[in-house]
């Protein structure tokens, strides 16, 4: 496969990954998913990754560095360091929670086919890298056998009960397969550390996570799970291998229609990380295409008052209106629960339009606290688009891509999720693709602002900037340095992510301090 290094820079950079070691050689059969997964991710090396992903991983080691940089700069992160610690501290195990904790809550996280990755496949590396002094192409190695294990791990689980956020068990695969392979542990390690942290994989209540700041925990717990199965399995505990597809094990708790296929298919070919949504502005599922919409419409209205506005509706899919209906019992105005304010919709947009933008500031006073906001807020309305829903299905994340792995198998979860009018709505789904490299995120709005002096403005996006599509695998890495400098990140950092796969470990470890120090 193509690289994105010359064949002798290439043999320069990884001479050590290139030695046979007693880990690099896969097993010549494996008798479950699980086991199948560990042995070929725990021999994953740079030149079997196409450059195309590689460089997906650089953009998405910067996006998620600024997502880590906005947490740790809002209020609530703050009060995170300080019970927990600043993010680049001695123990990687505990530097790698802070830094999937800092990263995930406001929303402001990569997602792909499946799961919200970043929060530990980029976080358990980073952590990793600084204290193991790695270099880039190891870094970025680790990152993308991390988004392989989480990705179909998750995927496998997708019709079930949990989803977004709220799949925590995403991070224990993740934070474990970014641990190890920064450590380079044989494929037995990996088996048992996967095994013993899916054993006891954690449950998020949604109380808690709406109407609480536990949302600051939903990948700090799991990545410090993950980090026990670590320590466990390299001490010699045995995982239970068949743990994801027995009776008994992860699929029949966590999943309404299990996919223990989707856990090691297409190896070295079906790359998940060709999936990969960035994410531009912070918020729950669906927002982004709003909020795109909404500027677009404040560059034509230029600042609006509510008192002339007679009415706005955003038209979305299932998905938008299925989250922010979970939130808008708990959203009461400035002193809304985070939690449930980052999958509301109206504050996002109202604000959008009275500012031309939306971003973590937002969140928090003085900003929140703007009543013009809340009374524009009030006068949105979600309505249902059966368009959007069909194509958020016919696109390969969140559930496109698990609804034609199940087939008809997939209806009852349709149904619960959207009744009979969904099942009818979705159809049959055509066949799936041998790879992922025209993969799509469709999660599309419409927004349309009526004022009282009749004038209507409407706008319209299928695809969120960002999101998997044609125009983010052209313009990632551009988008993900303006993310970063959008956080306050400093240039030198925004400017030198395109080259981590070239950087010695001593400049990999400036980077990273200048990311997260600067």
Not at 110 to 128: F, I, M
Not at 160 to 165: A, D, F, K
Request: one cysteine or more; aromatic letters at 6%.
């Amino acid at each position: 496969m193509a690289s994105i290094l010359s064949e002798d820079v290439l043999s320069t950079l990884c001479e050590e990954w290139q030695r046979p070691t007693a880990g690099h050689r896969p097993r010549a059969t494996a008798d479950t998913p699980l086991r199948e997964l560990a042995h070929w991710a725990a021999a994953l090396r740079p030149t079997d990754i196409p450059c195309r992903v590689l460089k997906l991983a650089a953009s998405q080691v910067l996006s998620q560095a600024a997502s880590i940089r906005a947490g740790l700069a809002h209020p609530l992160g703050r009060r995170l360091v300080a019970a927990f610690g600043h993010p680049l501290q001695p123990d990687p195990r505990a530097s790698a929670a802070m830094f999937a904790a800092l990263g995930s809550w406001l929303n402001l996280d990569d997602t792909a086919y499946a799961g919200h990755l970043s929060n530990s496949t980029v976080a358990v590396p980073l952590a990793y890298a600084y204290a193991r002094q790695l270099d880039g192409l190891s870094l970025l190695t680790a990152v993308v056998a991390a988004n392989e294990c989480a990705a179909r791990i998750t995927a496998s689980a997708t019709l079930g009960p949990l989803r977004g956020q709220s799949a925590v068990h995403t991070h224990l695969a993740g934070a474990v397969a970014g641990r190890l392979h920064s450590d380079r542990a044989p494929g037995r390690v990996w088996e048992d550390a996967l095994g013993l942290a899916l054993a006891m994989p954690n449950w998020p209540l949604m109380r808690g996570f709406l109407a609480s700041d536990a949302r600051l925990f939903n990948t700090f717990t799991p990545v410090r799970t993950a980090m026990d199965a670590c320590d466990g399995a390299i001490a010699g505990l045995r995982g239970a291998p068949d743990i994801i597809e027995h009776e008994d094990g992860f699929l029949a708790r966590f999943a309404t229609v299990p996919l223990p296929q989707a856990v090691a298919k297409g190896l070295g070919r079906r790359w998940h990380t060709d999936t990969l949504s960035f994410k531009v502005h912070p918020g729950g599922p669906g927002i982004d295409a709003a909020i795109d919409c909404a500027a677009e419409i404040h560059r034509i209205l230029g600042p609006i008052r509510p008192e002339d506005v007679a009415d706005i509706v955003v038209e979305a899919s299932l998905y938008t209106l299925f989250a922010g209906q979970r939130a808008s019992s708990y959203i009461c105005g400035p002193g809304s629960p985070l939690g449930a304010l980052v999958l509301d919709v109206p504050y996002p947009v109202a604000t959008t339009l009275l500012t031309g933008e939306f971003g973590v500031d937002d969140f928090s006073s003085p900003l929140l606290d703007d009543p013009a906001r809340w009374n524009l807020a009030r006068r949105i309305r979600l309505e249902h688009d059966t368009a959007m829903t069909r194509e958020l299905f016919a696109s390969d994340a969140p559930f496109g891509e698990a609804v034609r792995e199940a087939g008809p198998l997939a209806t009852p979860w349709l149904r619960s999720f959207g009744g009979d009018e969904l099942v009818e709505l979705v159809g049959t789904l055509g066949g799936d693709a041998p790879d992922f490299t025209g993969s799509t995120k469709a999660t599309g709005a419409r927004v349309v602002v009526r004022m009282k002096d009749g004038r209507t403005v409407t706008r319209s996006r299928l695809i969120p900037i960002g999101a998997a599509g044609p125009d983010t695998r052209v313009n990632h890495a551009e988008m993900m340095r303006q993310k970063f400098l959008s956080v306050g990140g400093p240039q030198r950092v925004a400017d030198t992510a395109a080259g981590l796969h070239r950087m010695r470990p001593r400049a990999v470890r400036r980077w990273i301090e200048a990311a997260f120090l600067g």
